[in-house]
Every structure is written in structure tokens, then in C-alpha cells.
């Protein structure tokens, strides 16, 4: 990330970076908002639903009675260890996050770069036209390079996070499902209905959140292919042409960001595992019934 192309040279290319982790910044917010939320309503429920006896948030064994002081130990050991993990869970899903949004900022640098490809009238001297021609050839070629190193990046990024990414999908679908059920068995007026409803959110919004990014990604990824082409290419020597034939033909291919190698990140992908996750839920419930 700290290389020389993926600098920015104007304040054009500051402002794309700054809107695009702008936009990040603000859905990791609302996740991070509605991650906390759901660990404080878990912690609200025994004080809540089961006021009437000591228990703790999560039904599972403790190496501590419910008589004080051991409740008091647990009870704060369950919270802090819920909190903890939702934070991780956040701090992974930001970087890897920020790292897709930091690619299509890059793809939209070199869309920018493309418009400085100048117009060579007939007219100018041969001396003009030459400079020219050389200026042209340098920033397509630039172009180029910029592009390919943001396919190894986004590569890169994805070697290092898809098997992360592909059990989360994955698991999702089992939770949402899980959630469903449970809320329509749990009291429609307890703190424990409210959490069920809350944790749902969460889910689906670090779900969309990957495959929005991904879909953003795959867009760019075509939108440079349309720029490059609307650029004054047939104005250009015959070394810009061919150099600009061989990026077309490479980015017939776009980016797309892929959890496990398997799943694609996008919004048809989004949708598919809602679905899915109603279907599952929907047997489930059949078969409560």
C-alpha cells in the first residue's frame, strides 16, 4: 500500500481516497454500533428476564456457583469475553474492508489518470506531436502498471482473508436460521426477543458489508475498462493503441473478490444466502410445528 503508483499525485485522487474511507468509516460504525448493542442487551437479559433467579447470560457451564461472589466472577467473565470477541471480529472485518475499498480507490485514481491523455491534432508540428505521443505512451503505460499491481494486491488480500471470509458466510446462513427460530419461540416482549433481533441485524449487516464492497470492486473494475476505451485512443501512435488493446483484452477479466476461492462477494451472492437462510428456516419451522 505504501508503494509510489498507489500515491496520490493530485488533490482529485486525495479527495477519491478520502470519500471512499468516508464511506467505510461509516458502514464499520454502524456494525461496530450494532455489535455492542447486541453484547449489552445479552448482558441486560438475566437482569431482566430472569430477575427472578441468579443466572448468567449464556447457558453454559461455569467454574462458579450462582451464590456471590462467584456469580459476580462469572457474570463479568461471560461479558468481558463476549465483548472481547465481538471487537476482534470487528477489527478483522475492517481491515479486510478497508483493504477492498482501498483497491476501488486505486481503480478509480487510474480512471482519473486516463483523462490526461491529451488530444493530437493533425495540425501541430511533428516536434509537438512526438512530445505528445511520448507523454500519452508514459501514461498509459503508467495505467498499466498501476492496474496490474492492484490485481496483486487485491490477490494478495484475498489469499491471506478467504478461508476467514468463507466460514462466516457459511456460518451465517446456520445463524440467521437459528435466529429466526428462536425468535419466533422466545416472548415477543423480553429483552432476550429484542437481542435475537438486534444480533440478526448484525449478521446480515457484516454479510452485506463484504458483499457490498466485493460487488463495489467488480463495478470498478469494469467502469476503468469503459474508460480506458473513451479515451482519444484513435488520435494515438500505434504503440498507445496496442498497448491499450493488450489492457482491454486483460481487463475483459474484472476483479472479483472471492471467499474460499469459491464464493464470489456480490450482491446476487447476498441475496442468494437470504434465500437460502429462509428456506433452512422455513423447514425448521415446519418441523418445530
Known amino acids: 500500500m505504501e508503494i509510489d503508483l498507489f500515491q496520490p499525485q493530485s488533490e482529485v485522487h486525495e479527495k ?25 442487551l445479552w448482558a441486560m437479559i438475566p437482569l431482566f428476564d430472569d430477575a427472578s433467579r441468579k443466572s448468567f447470560p449464556f447457558k453454559i457451564w461455569m467454574p462458579v456457583t450462582e ?5 459476580e466472577l462469572g457474570y463479568v467473565y461471560q461479558m468481558i469475553s463476549i465483548y472481547i470477541s465481538a471487537l476482534l471480529f470487528i477489527a478483522v472485518d475492517s481491515v479486510v474492508l478497508s483493504m477492498i475499498m482501498f483497491a476501488c480507490a486505486q481503480l478509480e485514481m487510474i480512471m482519473n489518470k486516463t483523462q490526461k491523455v491529451e488530444s493530437i491534432s493533425p495540425l501541430l508540428e511533428d516536434d509537438k506531436k512526438d512530445k505528445l505521443c511520448n507523454n500519452n505512451n508514459n ?9 496490474q ?7 494478495l488480500v484475498e489469499d491471506t482473508y478467504h478461508n476467514n471470509i468463507f466460514f462466516q458466510l457459511s456460518g451465517t446462513v446456520a445463524i440467521v436460521c437459528n435466529i429466526g427460530l428462536r425468535i419466533s419461540i422466545v416472548d415477543h416482549h423480553s429483552v432476550q426477543f429484542f437481542s435475537m433481533i438486534n444480533y440478526m441485524v448484525t449478521m446480515l449487516s457484516q454479510l452485506f458489508l463484504y458483499c457490498w464492497c466485493g ?3 467488480t463495478i470498478r473494475s469494469e467502469d476503468l475498462r469503459v474508460s480506458l476505451y473513451e479515451c482519444l485512443w484513435y488520435e494515438q501512435s500505434i504503440s498507445f493503441r496496442r498497448s491499450l488493446w493488450i489492457a482491454m483484452e486483460r481487463m475483459k477479466r474484472p476483479l472479483i473478490f472471492k471467499a474460499g476461492h469459491y464464493i464470489s462477494l456480490s450482491r446476487p451472492t447476498f441475496v442468494a444466502i437470504l434465500r437460502c437462510s429462509y428456506s433452512y428456516f422455513a423447514v425448521l419451522n415446519r418441523t418445530k410445528k
Open 16 to 40: 477519491i481516497l478520502l470519500v471512499q474511507a468516508r464511506k467505510i468509516k461509516l458502514l464499520c460504525t454502524f456494525f461496530l454500533t450494532s455489535a455492542i448493542t447486541t453484547c449489552t
Open 67 to 71: 451464590k456471590s461472589p462467584g456469580y
Open 139 to 147: 501514461v498509459i503505460v503508467e495505467c498499466i502498471k498501476h492496474h
Open 149 to 155: 499491481e492492484i490485481v496483486r494486491f487485491t490477490k
Open 215 to 217: 460487488n463495489e470492486l
